[in-house]
């Protein structure tokens, strides 16, 4: 079955402008993360939806959004972006929120100049 | 809080030898998950092997198993028979049961695996 597909792979935006990033998770799982990955902070979360709902939020600035479709597609909006937006962003679902195991993406690569 | 610790950032290992990488972790839950994670070069975290905090045994995949020890807050990683395919960055994770399934991420660490 197919996995988690993120879109696109790599983007470069210009400081100041947003990006949305998407997130199609695999059938059937309902339950979508997200995380920001870069060199110096590591891995962290950014936010987790369920049914269309936002259950758990990360620490980051307002600038930093995002909402699920009613077919578990999930995308992330970053406005006003900042050189320290540039980061690795990772996808994960799974079927229930109570499920140990996420199935992880591949990942968006965001460059911001 | 909870915080995950990997402080080796980088180790090798000659390919069919074993390797042990180190976890630990800080939290006042009694209920939680641990994980290590994998990312080789195509991004993608792949999970390696996951233990609950309740069970004693030490949980075990194939040629990976891990050494927890719950009262240390200690989540080892061993790899035995190292393969050139094991070259990846490896996560300890750690989330705590119920509603909240926030992972916590450790910093990683970056396995070459010697031919």
């Known amino acids: 079955k197919a996995g988690v597909t993120q879109t696109p792979r790599y983007l470069i935006k210009t400081r100041g402008q947003q990006v949305t990033l998407s997130c199609s998770p695999i059938s059937g799982h309902r339950s979508v993360s997200w995380y920001q990955q870069t060199p110096g902070q590591g891995l962290q979360f950014l936010f987790e939806?369920?049914?269309?709902?936002?259950?758990n939020k990360g620490n980051f600035p307002g600038r930093f959004s995002g909402r699920q479709f009613s077919n578990s597609r999930s995308e992330m909006n970053v406005s006003t972006l900042e050189l320290g937006d540039s980061a690795l962003y990772l996808c994960?679902?799974?079927?229930?929120?109570?499920?140990?195991?996420?199935?992880f993406g591949s990942g968006t690569r965001l460059t911001v100049v | 809080a909870q915080t995950v610790t990997q402080s080796q950032p980088e180790m090798s290992v000659q390919e069919a030898e074993t390797v042990t990488l180190s976890c630990t972790y800080d939290t006042s839950e009694s209920n939680y998950y641990l994980f290590w994670y994998k990312q080789p070069p195509s991004r993608q975290m792949i999970l390696v092997i996951r233990?609950?905090?309740?069970?004693?045994q030490n949980a075990t995949e194939n040629r990976f198993s891990v050494n927890f020890q719950k009262a240390a807050k200690s989540f080892s990683l061993k790899i035995s028979d190292s393969q050139l395919g094991d070259t990846a960055m490896y996560f300890c994770?750690?989330?705590?049961?119920?509603?909240?399934?926030?992972?916590?991420f450790g910093k990683g660490i970056t396995l070459s695996v010697r031919p």
């Open positions: 994960a679902s799974k079927r229930q929120i109570q499920q140990y195991g996420y199935t």
């Open positions: 233990q609950e905090a309740y069970k004693q």
């Open positions: 994770a750690f989330r705590v049961t119920g509603a909240n399934s926030k992972l916590t």
């Open positions: 939806y369920f049914s269309e709902t936002q259950r």
